[in-house]
């Protein structure tokens, strides 16, 4: 079902630190930044690697405001890793197959995500606390 | 310097059941099954995709004991994501720049990791709240 990591979702205090931190030490570059109103999200995509199947980033994630899931997220934990997110081929059959198995679902159906891919999320209790994204490139 | 996401370290408490998960809900493949009692884990790769600079894995991590670093973090956070791995082409020389650029390491020499890669953790204060480990593979 997966053909790649897509991404490692990081929640931040300061998007523009993090993105500062990871492009000096790291050497990698910013693919996109955008703002996700649904999600309440600031967030950039640092591009890590291409692979015959999609490419490979690190998201940095900021929260609008304090009242979204990552602002939630952030209160609780601190900074770090919020989620995984895997490349599928088709995100809308892979809903399918994993809701006939029984899988939870966050999203029953796909919503617009990072760079025009289609995406949904697996409810991280379904799958040993990790909050697990699906991800189809455009 | 990094060359793609390797691995998503996942911690858990039965290493059975969710292998037996990820295999039959994702069709994910167990690549290596190993105990490193250096990092006090059992532990098994599973296979997500392979790239021109190497495959990605999902590392699924049960502690040996309750007092190991994955024991310590299963009772603080619960099951979840752990750390991640990135490829580099050279372990040394990325420890190197690193240090030079004043980032708190955990290893300052590579040590043996998953499937004969030479791998070194970098502190989590240091890469706001992420635990990250560069990955040589053999």
Same mark, same amino acid.
Do not use: N
């Given at each position: 079902?997966?053909?790649?990591?897509?991404?490692?979702?990081?929640?931040?205090?300061?998007?523009?630190?993090?993105?500062?931190?990871?492009?000096?030490?790291?050497?990698?570059? !910013?693919?996109?930044?955008?703002?996700?109103?649904?999600?309440?999200?600031?967030?950039?995509?640092?591009?890590?690697?291409?692979?015959?199947?999609?490419?490979?980033?690190?998201?940095?994630?900021?929260?609008?405001?304090?009242?979204?899931? !990552?602002?939630?997220?952030?209160?609780?934990?601190?900074? %770090?890793?919020?989620?995984?997110?895997?490349?599928?081929?088709?995100?809308?059959?892979?809903?399918?197959?994993?809701?006939?198995? %029984? !899988?939870?679902?966050?999203?029953?159906?796909?919503?617009?995500?990072?760079? %025009?891919?289609?995406?949904?999320?697996?409810?991280?209790?379904?799958?040993? %606390?990790?909050?697990?994204?699906?991800?189809?490139?455009?």
């Amino acid at each position: 079902m997966f053909t790649r990591i897509d991404h490692v979702g990081i929640a931040c205090h300061d998007l523009e630190e993090k993105i500062a931190f990871y492009t000096s030490t790291f050497g990698l570059t !910013v693919a996109a930044r955008e703002t996700q109103p649904g999600q309440g999200v600031h967030e950039a995509m640092l591009h890590v690697a291409d692979a015959p199947a999609g490419s490979s980033y690190v998201q940095l994630l900021q929260p609008i405001h304090d009242d979204t899931a !990552v602002g939630r997220f952030l209160a609780r934990h601190g900074e %770090g890793i919020h989620h995984v997110g895997y490349g599928v081929d088709d995100v809308e059959a892979a809903l399918g197959i994993l809701a006939a198995s %029984g !899988v939870r679902l966050i999203d029953d159906r796909p919503r617009h995500g990072s760079m %025009g891919a289609s995406i949904a999320f697996l409810h991280p209790k379904a799958v040993g %606390g990790v909050l697990t994204e699906l991800v189809q490139a455009p």
